[in-house]
């Protein structure tokens, strides 16, 4: 196979745009950029929402399956999945309002939320949060509730 050379530096450079134009300019996200959040963290923003509910303080993600939402999730918790946070698609402003967005799955080893994490990091919100404890950390100390099939956004 032949091996293509550029010796001048505007070469260098138009091939650069076009990778940059072909491959996108979004910054890479990697799990070390995930901050997480304690169980107690997440109580004490959640209580101070329900105290002032007409602030922003914090919205919860689960981004689990329908069904398994439906199950059982943390009261006031949104089900809202990775194909929701569309690459180059403008974010959320209703999503943006709020100090903190707080992203659990069903356990620390559930895959779907730091997903929709380190997109929502990579759209460029603000304040994301990992709640690894999840709904079976949850569960064992405070109420959950289940949902009707529809609803959960």
């Known amino acids: 196979m032949p091996q293509i050379t ?3 530096s505007p070469a260098r ?21 995930i901050r997480t959040i304690s169980l107690s963290g ?5 209580v101070l929402q329900q ?20 199950a059982a999730h943390i009261p006031g918790a949104r089900n809202m999945k990775l194909p929701e946070f569309k ?7 209703e999503l943006e309002a709020f100090d903190r967005i707080v992203v659990y799955g069903q356990h ?4 779907f939320a730091p997903g ?9 919100y603000d304040g994301v949060w990992f709640y690894a404890g999840g709904l079976d ?3 064992r100390v405070y109420n959950v509730e289940s949902a009707e099939p529809g609803d959960g956004s």
Do not use: M
């Not at 650069?16 to 996108?24: D, F, P, R, S, Y």
């Not at 105290?51 to 439906?70: A, E, K, N």
């Open 108 to 111: 620390p080893g559930d895959y």
């Open 116 to 124: 929709v994490v380190k997109r929502l990091l990579e759209l460029g």
């Open 42 to 46: 997440v109580r004490t923003y959640y």
């Open 13 to 33: 450079i138009v091939l650069a745009g076009i990778l940059i134009g072909v491959t996108g300019c979004t910054p890479t996200v990697s799990d070390k950029d």
């Open 137 to 139: 950390e949850w569960a």
């Open 51 to 70: 105290r002032r509910p007409d602030d922003t303080i914090i919205v919860l993600i689960d981004p689990r399956t329908s069904s398994d939402y439906q």
């Open 87 to 93: 690459r180059g698609e403008a974010r959320n402003p």
């Open 6 to 8: 550029f010796h001048s």
